[in-house]
Nanobody, 126 residues
């Protein structure tokens, strides 16, 4: 059973950088798309970034393009999100997700049926 654990969040100032990491604590290896979502207080969860099962393609939300980079390991389900030039509007609980569908691409439509972590908090002060 997949158990995703996020880490790397924290309190930073605007313009700072953070690196989020997501790992499967069970050490499974699954050839599926992975992604990052975030949820700010009082708002719905929103897509941030995704990457295909084979690392060939990535997709970023328009609001983070040019500032965030998503990457993943070649074998195990380890996922990273490099966040540069952080803004106060980037504040939120960041979730990692692993698709149930194998060989899924970066345009995969993640849903509640996929594997989700518990989230790591990112707070950006102005």
């Amino acid at each position: 059973q997949v158990q995703l654990v996020e880490s790397g969040g924290g309190l930073v100032q605007a313009g700072d950088s953070l690196m989020l990491t997501c790992q499967d604590s069970q050490g499974t290896s699954r050839s599926s798309a992975m992604g990052w979502f975030r949820q700010a207080p009082g708002k719905e969860r929103e897509f941030v970034a995704s990457i295909s099962w084979n690392r060939v393609s990535t997709r970023l939300a328009e609001s983070v393009e040019g500032r965030f980079t998503i990457s993943r390991s070649g074998n195990k389900n380890t996922l990273w999100l490099r966040m540069d030039n952080l803004k106060p509007e980037d504040t939120g609980l960041y979730y990692c997700v692993l698709a149930r569908a194998t060989y899924s691409r970066s345009d995969y439509a993640f849903s509640s049926q996929d594997f989700w972590g518990q989230g790591t908090q990112v707070t950006v002060s102005s």
